[in-house]
């Protein structure tokens, strides 16, 4: 047994997580969906970096996406107890446990609030491992969330028949 392998592996996951954050965090540009031109919107663009002395202040080009028609590319977040109609998305791979946890987690800042309508509101979406690309319009301000969080970056997906997962490899 060639004990290459086993390192092959790990470095061909290492690979894969890596161009994963990379094309999460990567450049704005606009993607045609349906014939249009949607603004595709990175979680590096939620907040000003550095965190300065007034908190968390959202960028320019967040203000300048309100109520618009996005796309985004982000991790779905695991929950132990998922609500129905929302889901979470983040810049990289998390687990919850909410019940040992509480509201004490990793959850970053630019965190994502997806919500379903229309017929699937009602629907507690399962966990998909992988890179998860939504499209739909995208709210900001304070909003008391289903599981008791208070989100600032809300979407409102278009159709969750819509959604693309890329299951991540080597996980």
Aim: charge should be neutral; hydrophobic fraction near 45%.
């Amino acid at each position: 047994m060639d004990m290459r392998e086993p390192l092959r592996a790990r470095l061909a996951g290492t690979l894969v997580l890596t161009i994963g954050a990379l094309a999460v965090m990567g450049p704005c540009v606009s993607m045609r969906a349906g014939g249009e031109d949607v603004p595709v919107l990175t979680f590096r663009e939620f907040f000003r970096l550095p965190i300065g002395p007034r908190g968390l202040e959202p960028t320019d080009r967040l203000l300048s996406l309100r109520d618009q028609r996005v796309r985004i590319q982000g991790y779905m977040v695991r929950e132990e107890q998922p609500q129905p109609g929302v889901f979470m998305l983040a810049p990289k791979p998390l687990a919850m446990a909410e019940l040992a946890d509480g509201p004490a987690d990793d959850l970053p800042a630019a965190t994502l609030f997806v919500h379903v309508g229309g017929e699937d509101r009602d629907k507690v979406i399962g966990y998909r491992a992988g890179i998860w690309t939504v499209s739909g319009v995208l709210r900001l301000g304070a909003w008391l969330e289903p599981n008791g969080r208070v989100s600032y970056v809300r979407l409102i997906l278009d159709d969750l028949r819509a959604v693309q997962t890329s299951t991540t490899i080597g996980r």
